[in-house]
């Protein structure tokens, strides 16, 4: 709306203007970019009850653009050559806990990613188990998810 008010008043002043769609408003059924996220959780093995640490990084492709509200981010704009990924900050990712022999995710946290695409929680090692990190996707991004087996010992 603001757009059209001031493409109106730059043309009552006599001025040419081009006009064009921001990349947001984009048909909802295009393609999404690929992510990928790295996860670890450690001290492997962990010793019970002691603080594990669980973290990683979110990215996306940097031959992929991407487009979330009136952020985008393209190519040209942010990737160096010697760069291939974007680093996608405040994003948020969920936590799960799947103990050794269980059949159930259990929800742990929600964390969200700093600018740089990192992101990192604690818990307390009661149980080995696998660990899952998980992000829906966004607008313009698909989702990803990475596993880490941490065996806990007495």
Not at 2 to 15: C, D, F, K, P, W
Not at 36 to 58: N, V
Request: charged share 25%.
């Amino acid at each position: 709306m603001t757009r059209r008010i001031a493409a109106l008043l730059a043309v009552a002043a006599g001025a040419s203007v081009l006009v064009t769609a921001a990349p947001a408003m984009a048909d909802p059924g295009t393609d999404v970019s690929r992510t990928e996220l790295s996860f670890d959780a450690g001290p492997e093995p962990a010793h019970k009850y002691r603080t594990l640490y669980l973290g990683g990084k979110l990215q996306s492709e940097c031959e992929e653009d991407y487009i979330e509200g009136f952020a985008s981010v393209h190519y040209a704009d942010s990737c160096e050559d010697q760069v291939k990924r974007h680093r996608l900050g405040w994003k948020e990712i969920d936590l799960f806990f799947l103990p050794k022999g269980g059949h159930r995710w259990q929800y742990v946290d929600s964390v969200r990613t700093r600018g740089d695409g990192s992101f990192s929680a604690k818990v307390q090692a009661r149980w080995s188990g696998t660990w899952k990190a998980e992000f829906d996707g966004a607008r313009g991004l698909g989702p990803a998810r990475a596993t880490d087996y941490v065996a806990v010992v007495r």
